[in-house]
């Protein structure tokens, strides 16, 4: 039986090639590289179609949705594995929302990883019991019950921080990404809440990712 392939998109190479190690002993896995940006993981995408990308949850200076969109669009046929912290809920629901096919959590053992790895690998969905249990209780804490169905409009502006925020941006980033002040965009973001009537951060993330505001418009 052939091997799976994987590449590992994470910005520290200790924990790529950490994750290599776990895999390669494993009978089930060709490990082919790792990247740690989307700049090199064009590069190594361009050589390698791989069963396998592990995507870390945070790259620094960059948005999660739009790496994995332009990572399902480059590489179709392979399936996305998100190594994602058992607190980070929104990023799990991200993902899920972007297509992931697991999600594992950074604090998983050795033989959860290599399950996650080899379930994904196949095509079949997994969850770590941890992330599970998160992403329950953060689904079933739902703050936008109060929102009205009819969706609020938006500014283009307002939507582009709200883009933003649902890709894990804090309020510094997209301050410099719009050249704006820090006050400015928190000032954006509590228009926003104020708009879908929600009170936390958590909330106005949940209404993004419902109401399918992660799709280009």
Request: net charge positive.
């Amino acid at each position: 039986m052939s091997k799976k392939t994987v590449i590992v998109l994470d910005d520290f190479p200790v924990v790529a090639l950490g994750l290599k190690s776990i895999l390669n002993e494993s009978l089930d896995f060709e490990f082919k590289g790792f990247a740690v940006n989307m700049y090199a993981a064009r590069a190594l995408l361009k050589d390698h179609k791989p069963d396998v990308i592990i995507v870390d949850s945070v790259i620094p200076k960059s948005d999660l949705g739009e790496i994995l969109k332009e990572l399902r669009q480059t590489s179709p046929a392979s399936n996305i594995l998100l190594f994602c912290s058992a607190d980070e809920e929104f990023i799990s629901v991200l993902g899920l929302r972007c297509g992931v096919k697991g999600i594992v959590s950074k604090r998983a053992s050795k033989d959860e990883i290599v399950k996650a790895a080899r379930t994904v690998s196949y095509g079949g969905t997994f969850l770590s019991g941890t992330v599970a249990e998160k992403l329950t209780a953060y689904m079933a804490n739902n703050d936008i019950s109060s929102a009205g169905t009819q969706k609020p409009a938006f500014s283009a502006r307002e939507f582009m921080v709200l883009k933003k925020l649902t890709g894990g941006d804090n309020i510094s980033k997209i301050a410099r990404d719009f050249a704006l002040s820090p006050k400015t965009v928190a000032t954006y973001r509590d228009r926003l809440m104020s708009k879908i009537g929600v009170k936390t951060l958590a909330g106005l993330i949940r209404y993004a990712l419902q109401n399918d505001l992660l799709s280009d418009s």
